[in-house]
């Protein structure tokens, strides 16, 4: 009894350490994940480097540059003389009609700058500033609201209507304002909550990977039955990463569902994509290595030797 007390106690001690280890690795790679996303400038920039040519966010920059450009601009100026021939009751339908073209002439004008050859290094320029932007403020006190700055875009768009040349186009011009247009990505009031999740973050992305190897690995040395050890740790991996890409789907649909009507959900969706796309990558990574894992175990040595032999072998 005293030889097999001590025996059952390690195994037990093993076990947990097992658990503990399959819980704990989905949840560093989702710190390591995130740390990259909201303290490293270059990764987030490659992550979003792809968005610039996506239809659904040219569009959303394409009607956000032209609701800034139309709600700033005063047109009274152009409309002054057109008004003055036309008769009283029908000047509201000859203003509604006159900013319908103006808007549609600024539109084009932002596609052409958004579909062009340099849009892409414009967007990784407004995306690097911003992120800069983000990382000052959830690093240091104070909560104000970061922005994405489309102010490269307005610029180029100005320029673009001044070198068409026409008499209208350089009136218009004059009338843009001086200031950027921005889009928010974090209202001020979300800025302590994101903060939290930012010391978080910062910190487990640096224990929880590690940790999760340490009991991983101490649970196997301590079990009494390494075979069924290693059965239990692959499919309890691949069980706790498939529950957190269960997490994530249900994170995505209600962070998207919560967003206001004005933002454009093809390209949030499109955001939401391309952030999460390295994380879910890594999950299903971790959900077939921890379920092959877990199949050759219960298969026994000979089936791992056949394994590695046909793996060895290659096609032909």
């Not at 539109?107 to 700058?113: L, P």
Request: hydrophobic fraction near 50%; charged fraction near 20%.
């Amino acid at each position: 009894m005293s030889a097999r007390g001590p025996a059952s106690a390690r195994g037990l001690a093993g076990g947990v350490l097992l658990l503990v280890g399959a819980l704990l690795l989905p949840l560093g790679l989702a710190a390591t994940w995130a740390r990259a996303e909201l303290t490293e400038t270059d990764s987030y920039v490659e992550t979003v480097a792809p968005l610039a040519g996506d239809a659904a966010v040219q569009q959303a920059v394409v009607d956000d540059v032209t609701d800034g450009v139309m709600a700033r601009i005063q047109l009274d100026g152009l409309l002054k003389g057109l008004l003055r021939a036309v008769p009283r009751a029908e000047r509201p339908a000859v203003r509604r009609h006159f900013t319908h073209g103006i808007r549609e002439s600024v539109a084009k004008q932002v596609r052409q700058v958004v579909t062009g050859s340099g849009f892409p290094a414009m967007w990784n320029g407004v995306h690097r500033t911003a992120h800069r932007s983000l990382d000052g403020t959830l690093a240091a006190p104070g909560n104000a609201a970061v922005t994405l700055d489309l102010t490269p875009v307005l610029e180029r768009v100005k320029r673009q209507l001044s070198d068409n040349g026409s008499g209208m186009g350089v009136d218009f011009v004059r009338r843009v304002p001086r200031s950027g247009v921005e889009v928010v990505l974090l209202e001020a009031a979300y800025v302590p909550r994101v903060r939290a999740v930012y010391d978080v973050v910062r910190h487990g992305a640096l224990l929880l990977p590690p940790a999760a190897t340490l009991c991983l690995m101490g649970g196997l040395l301590l079990a009494r039955h390494r075979r069924r050890a290693l059965i239990c740790a692959g499919a309890g991996c691949a069980a706790a990463a498939a529950l957190l890409a269960v997490a994530l789907a249900l994170l995505r649909g209600r962070t998207l569902d919560a967003l206001p009507a004005m933002v454009s959900r093809p390209a949030a969706d499109a955001y939401a994509d391309a952030l999460t796309g390295p994380l879910r990558t890594g999950v299903w990574l971790v959900v077939g290595a921890g379920t092959l894992t877990a199949v050759l175990a219960a298969a026994g040595p000979p089936a791992v030797r056949a394994w590695r032999a046909r793996r060895g072998a290659g096609p032909g």
